[in-house]
């Protein structure tokens, strides 16, 4: 689904909350929100500001992360700092500079099935969905070498399951939802220091919560669109990258003796989450 369909959803969407006095008058079924639909939803996600986040390493790989990584002489080696989000170059940043580019925020789009009910003004039922956003979370490390080592992840795909709870006046339903999600995240590492090895590790799939809230307007007697408000979150706290000697002397502070076996990263921000705000259409039997 490309940015101009996107826009088109949410216009479809503002034109009907502009035809609702028109919609009411057309339908006139005692339960408009019952039944089975179809649908697909689309728009724009947002990361929160993952200020702060650093990369953690485990100097003897005993599985605790909070070491200091030193040189022989014994410095930190990490003394220039951290940024989150991707290097724009082997320096690190000044205070206030632009040495890192910001987390990737960009558009996604899903297919929905689901099955409400309707009571009187209650609504309750169940919705899935399946789809992808194409943002991208990434942290950076610098070292006095100099060099950038940066971890990112973004999503392959997310699946949901959540439960759904609104009222109806006449042919508009105010909603809440919520439920669980599923979602394989891809996870990469790069670094302008390529003498050292690096291996990635950790399981990709993911549970995780999504939840939010939204409005759905019947345009006819099978037609409704919407806008919606989604909060996404999963605990990504297993992704791992083993550093080892390479072909770098072993005098490098990843291989330092006693603990010659090399570093791992992991990312100080277990938590992969987004925003998402996005138009609805959906058509319902």
Known sequence: MTKTMMVALAGAA???FAAMPVAAQEITEDAPFSGIYFGAAGGYDVQPNDEGSSI???RNLDGRFGDAVTTAAGANAFSPGFCNGAARSSTAP???GRGCRNDKDNTAYYARVGIDQQRGNIVVGVVGEFGKSNIRDSVTAFSTTPAFYTMTRDLAWEASIRGRAGYAV???LFYGTFGAGYARINRDFYSSNTANAYAQSGKKNQFGITGGGGIEQ????N???GMEYMFHQYQDDDARVLVT???QPATNPFVLAPNTAGTAFKRSDDNFRWHSL???VAFRF
Do not use: H, Y
């Not at 019947?218 to 007697?221: A, D, Q």
């Open 245 to 247: 000697r390479g072909t």
């Open 278 to 280: 996005r138009g609805t």
């Open 56 to 58: 953690l390493f485990d």
């Open 170 to 172: 006449n042919t508009t």
């Open 223 to 225: 037609i409704s669109v």
């Open 14 to 16: 503002t034109l009907g």
């Open 218 to 221: 019947k345009l006819g007697k």
């Open 94 to 96: 000044a205070v206030g």
